[in-house]
């Protein structure tokens, strides 16, 4: 079974804290990416990055930046923590593949709530 | 502007009965459609799938329709149990040249009732 772990369940920062989100998967997949999900969002796409030390923007980067040094690793940086960063953090992985399967599926982490006061 | 549309935050059934979740879609470079389902305090897990060049994929109690014409597709889930209660995402793959990304729906809520 794949596993994607997530640093923290909950997380409560100050305005204007750098604030680290880890994940780690555990299925030697290319592929990660960081998700926030807010009510009638959805989830909405961060970074992501299909190689160690790739990386590429989602939709809404603006705020977070990221780091991939390993395989298994992808960090989510919150470089000074705003009252709007204030949602659910969902880290996923997948394979490369070349499109079209089912293998494209993307597998979630448990997510971090994070407070930002 | 939301490429991907859930239309109905909520829906709630009797248990027993069919439950169909739609979804609606803007952009016809997608290629490739997934449904998620996502219990409280715990991230999305995959459900199942469809790919553009059919239109039915089914399950076990699971069947998702795809309609290219209509940029429509639905989820049938049918007999509906309380374990089903769950929000759904419905999301659609385009590949980048880099990753394949997912853009997801905003969700719907589905409480089957005892």
């Known amino acids: 079974d794949v596993k994607v772990t997530q640093s923290s369940r909950y997380l409560v920062k100050r305005t204007g804290e750098k604030v680290f989100l880890e994940c780690v998967q555990d299925m030697d997949h290319e592929n990660m990416f960081w998700y926030r999900q807010d009510p009638g969002l959805g989830l909405r796409l961060i970074y992501f990055?299909?190689?160690?030390?790739?990386?590429e923007k989602g939709d809404i980067p603006e705020g977070y930046s990221v780091s991939r040094e390993k395989k298994e690793r992808f960090s989510l940086i919150l470089e000074s923590a705003s009252t709007n960063q204030t949602s659910m953090y969902l880290c996923?992985?997948?394979?490369?593949?070349?499109?079209?399967?089912?293998?494209?599926?993307?597998?979630f982490g448990p997510g971090t709530r994070l407070t930002v006061l | 502007d939301q490429q991907v549309k859930q239309n109905s935050p909520s829906l709630s059934v009797q248990e027993g009965r069919i439950s169909i979740l739609n979804c609606d879609y803007t952009n016809s470079m997608f290629d490739y459609f997934l449904w998620y389902k996502k219990y409280p305090a715990e991230g999305p897990t995959f459900l199942i799938s469809i790919s553009s060049i059919k239109d039915k994929n089914e399950d076990g109690r699971f069947t998702v329709f795809l309609n290219k014409s209509a940029k429509h597709l639905s989820l049938h889930i049918v007999p509906s149990q309380p374990g089903d209660s769950a929000v759904y995402f419905c999301a659609a793959f385009t590949f980048s040249g880099s990753a394949r990304q997912l853009t997801f729906g905003s969700g719907t809520q589905l409480t089957v009732l005892p």
């Open positions: 990055s299909y190689d160690v030390k790739m990386k």
């Open positions: 996923a992985s997948s394979p490369w593949t070349s499109g079209g399967t089912s293998t494209d599926t993307q597998y």
